[in-house]
């Protein structure tokens, strides 16, 4: 009875821990699907692009063979370039990981043209750099090398000039990125000021993966560094690319000591997410990238170069990036501005309406229209359509008399905190909120909206909107079933005709919501409404979902940079079509998308809690059984404490899923395995698969040359190889186990047949059965522990055979994870990793607790900031314990 109740117990246990992967994974199938289309506009080439070759010094050359400096040219300028004639502005391209040097066209290309469209009395000269497509997003060992290369094609650039240029502007894509900023930061005879403006797309800022001390080595000089660039006065921008960017999140995206964090979402005349490799090619986002720096050059120097007025380059960046009120040019906004006379004035009291030239005759004087500030209602909002006037919003003093009305002669200007709105139908549309207690002017009356002539040649809309803040806001339905028990009951709400502007708070506990808008009553057939999903905590971060006739959702959106530490809430700003009632259903989104936000947040911590759970597992194996529940219990109270039980439980079912297949694996595909060891074996020593396949099964008697020819790769090539390769044989050996035990069992069944004399004298031991069976489970369970310990290897071994034709050993592995390689490789061939059949008193004890309290260790690695950095301590941290585990075998 008490078996049976085991049985179901763990029957459901195990059921419940597929459900919740199963969960996890549909999670992850969200993460990775649920975003909008990529509606970018390709960029092209005018002219076939071209790329000239720029040689360093011998020594450098002969230094880094992988890698290679280039000048991007088109036409006729290629000529020059290959004449080595330079004069204009430089910019130094770096790809990301595993990108190409080609990846420059796009923004030289774009570049080009605009300055040849604008006659401008100067260009951009577009470098880039080759990097061999090393896996330094994985490998800190590469990294440091690309750094100090790029650091060389700096100084190599700057000494082309025949004039007088100190500056350089860098451009970095992914761990291009963060190779760009190193240059100027971690390598000698430069120094930060040397860079004026940088800008990182889709820069790892904070990494999810580091897997070796030297890529921690790296980050952690890198980002005590960070300030030196502020200090010099350079300009950062870091652009991420929004919930498209699968590979480098939003929250990885944002630089701590930037001068300007934004996604593409929130770019002006941008607006769209593009994923990793589209921030490159993006039409609209390269444009405003070269916008940006052609407005960032001071004409009044000879030659014009990048202004060296930190501020002057910040009021280009942000009005391109973060804040672009007017048209595609940076534009000064007078703080006052005297109004012409003669002009249209028009005040209506109505609190919504809306003012169109449609059906009125041609003005030739301007038109002011007036909105009255009262205490109540105390906000504002203005949305047109088509006025193109850089100066149209201002706070004014009705103090002059025209006709039978007060007028304004002058006015404070609002302009600049306007901002152009996105539109489905491709109309210019700016927008301002207004809170009026906010305008402090003395004396003012009204706010003023100015309408040119120029404005009035073609159609003009301004819809008004005053209103109480209180009134506009939308309430939040929970779809959690807990959230539906703690919340009331709440209506969608219904809005009038006229009404533009909602408001809705998100409580923290919410990581995504579902929002539906219903038009009803409209009056015009090609209404839409915009709904935008603001962070408060970086006003760079801003998503925007478009509401049409044709595309009515309801639509999903998500926390991207959610700040734990911030009491600040995220909220909706909700633009409706005045011409129409909506009904506004705002609602939790259901587990699958709450799930699809933890995945993208914290999938990296499954492998240090992957680990612990391990660790723990083998405590309880070395003392068979003893203080089990106690370990247990403290292991799930420090799960919860810490807010791990999500990635606890996931972690479970990924051992449970991992182990039948690595069970069903020593099952079936054992002699696969072995016919790729004896054919690699024969290729390698060029005998025969016979001659391979008895040397191999000699090896086998014979750990200890095994363990000599293993551990004789650690010089000759790397660490991360020989530690791959004791896998494979660790799983040889499981396999050869597991056919010795199907042995065993035939001949005790035999035995039972006296008819057959041959095994008549043959006596089945089930102890011997059972201790067979128990030495199989424990090699599976270190044999588990030894596949997850060899993950950081894997990026090791990729950069060794990717360069293995420059150089056969690998001399940047990281020197921690060879010494632990070595010890892991070690003890497995030889065969000392086993755990003892019998319980040996106080020597299990002991080891026991420390292998548990490592593995809770571990855990809280999880929860602690920054968790990634603590990831390439799991292979010394196993070492160790494996180094105890073989101690408490082999001593007697």
């Known amino acids: 009875m008490i078996k049976i109740k085991s049985v179901l117990i763990y029957g459901a246990s195990f059921l419940f821990l597929m459900l919740l992967l199963l969960f996890y994974i549909l999670g992850a ?102 990097l061999g497509k090393d896996y330094s997003g994985l490998y800190g060992g590469v990294l440091m090398e690309e750094t100090l290369y790029v650091s060389h094609c700096i100084q190599k650039i700057l000494s082309l000039y025949k004039t007088n240029i100190e500056n350089i502007v860098l451009i970095g894509h992914s761990m291009g990125g963060i190779v760009a900023k190193g240059s100027i930061l971690l390598t000698p005879n430069i120094n930060a000021s040397i860079a004026n403006i940088i800008i990182t797309l889709g820069a790892p800022h904070t990494p999810r993966l580091v897997l070796d001390s030297t890529f921690a080595s790296y980050y952690h000089n890198f980002q005590s560094r960070l300030s030196e660039i502020k200090d010099a006065g350079t300009s950062v921008v870091s652009i991420g690319g929004g919930p498209r960017d699968l590979l480098v999140t939003s929250t990885q995206s944002l630089d701590s000591t930037a001068n300007i964090n934004v996604l593409s979402t929130n770019i002006p005349d941008v607006w769209k997410s593009t994923d990793h490799l589209s921030l490159l090619w993006c039409k609209q986002l390269v444009l405003s990238i070269v916008r940006s720096l052609f407005d960032s050059v001071d004409y009044s120097q000879r030659p014009p170069k990048i202004s060296s007025n930190p501020e002057e380059r910040m009021r280009a960046l942000s009005y391109h990036f973060r804040h672009r009120a007017s048209g595609k040019k940076l534009y000064e906004y007078k703080e006052t501005m005297q109004f012409e006379p003669g002009g249209e004035w ?33 906000h504002l909002t203005i949305d047109t359509v088509n006025l193109e006037s850089k100066d149209w919003l201002f706070a004014c003093t009705a103090s002059s008399i025209q006709g039978q009305s007060r007028v304004c002669n002058w006015g404070w200007n609002l302009t600049n905190r306007t901002r152009i709105l996105p539109d489905p139908l491709h109309r210019l549309r700016k927008t301002v909120d207004l809170s009026l207690r906010e305008i402090k002017y003395p004396g003012a009356t009204h706010v003023i909206i100015k309408i040119t002539p120029g404005d009035l040649e073609k159609y003009v809309a301004v819809n008004i909107d005053l209103y109480s803040y209180d009134t506009r806001l939308v309430p939040i339905r929970g779809s959690v079933p807990l959230l539906k028990t703690l ?10 005709i006229g009404h533009i502007r909602y408001y809705a708070t998100l409580v923290n506990t919410m990581d995504a919501i579902t929002v539906e808008l219903k038009a009803f009553e409209c009056t015009d057939p090609k209404h839409h409404a915009i709904v935008e999903f603001i962070e408060p905590w970086n006003i760079g971060t801003t998503q925007i979902q478009f509401f049409t006739v044709v595309d009515n959702g309801p639509k999903t959106m998500k926390v991207q940079t959610g700040d734990k530490d911030s009491d600040a809430t995220p909220s909706l700003r909700i633009t409706l079509d005045s011409a129409c009632s909506y009904e506004i259903n705002i609602q939790e989104s259901g587990i699958i998308d709450q799930l699809s936000c933890i995945v993208r947040d914290r999938w990296h911590l499954l492998y240090t809690t992957i680990i612990s759970i391990l660790l723990v597992f083998l405590s ?147 102890e011997e059965h059972e201790n067979t069976r128990r030495k199989i489970f424990n090699h599976l369970i270190l ?93 010394p941290i196993v070492a160790g314990a494996v180094t105890l585990i073989a101690l408490h075998f082999i001593v007697p």
């Open 29 to 130: 199938a969200r993460y990775i699907t649920d975003f909008e289309e990529n509606t970018c506009e390709m960029t092209y080439m005018f002219e076939y692009p071209q790329y000239v070759r720029i040689s360093l010094d011998d020594e450098t050359e002969e230094r880094y063979p992988r890698y290679g400096l280039y000048a991007y040219g088109e036409g006729f300028v290629t000529e020059k370039l290959r004449r080595m004639y330079f004069s204009g502005i430089p910019v130094l391209f770096v790809p990301g990981n595993a990108g190409s040097h080609e990846q420059v066209r796009s923004l030289a290309s774009v570049s080009l043209r605009k300055g040849l469209k604008d006659r401008t009395p100067f260009h951009f000269d577009y470098f880039t750099v080759s």
């Open 346 to 378: 028009i005040e209506d009291i109505r609190r919504h309406y809306v003012w169109s030239n449609k059906d009125s005759s041609k003005r030739t004087s301007s038109v002011y229209l007036m909105i009255r500030l009262n205490e109540q209602p105390d």
């Open 487 to 496: 919340l009331p009951r709440l209506k969608a709400k219904r809005t009038d």
């Open 620 to 766: 309880i194996k070395v003392n068979h059984g003893c203080e089990k529940l106690p370990t247990i219990a403290v292991t799930i109270i420090l799960s919860y404490c810490y807010g791990l039980m999500l990635e606890c439980l996931v972690s479970l079912a990924i051992l449970c899923v991992f182990t039948i297949a690595l069970c069903c694996s020593i099952i079936f595909l054992g002699s696969v395995a072995h016919s790729i060891a004896v054919r690699f074996l024969a290729r390698a020593i060029a005998f025969s698969t016979t001659w391979s396949d008895w040397l191999l099964g000699g090896l086998n008697q014979l750990p200890f040359i095994t363990t000599i020819l293993v551990l004789s790769l650690i010089p000759a090539t790397c660490g991360a190889l020989a530690m791959i390769i004791s896998v494979f044989l660790y799983f040889l050996n499981l396999t050869r186990m597991y056919e010795d035990y199907l042995e065993e069992l035939l001949m005790a069944s035999l035995s039972h047949f006296n008819w057959m004399g041959r095994f008549r004298n043959t006596k089945d031991n089930p």
């Open 783 to 875: 044999f588990i522990i030894w596949c997850f310990t060899a993950v950081p290897a894997i990026p090791s071994a990729l950069v060794w055979a990717k360069n293995f034709s420059y150089d056969m050993k690998l001399s940047t592995e990281d020197p921690l994870l060879v010494h632990s390689w070595t010890v892991l490789v070690a003890c497995s061939t030889l065969g000392w990793v086993q755990i003892p059949p019998n319980n040996l008193g106080n020597r299990s004890r002991v080891l026991a607790r420390i292998l548990y309290f490592s593995g809770w260790v571990v855990l809280l690695m999880g929860a602690a900031p920054r968790a990634s950095f603590y990831q390439y301590y799991m292979p």
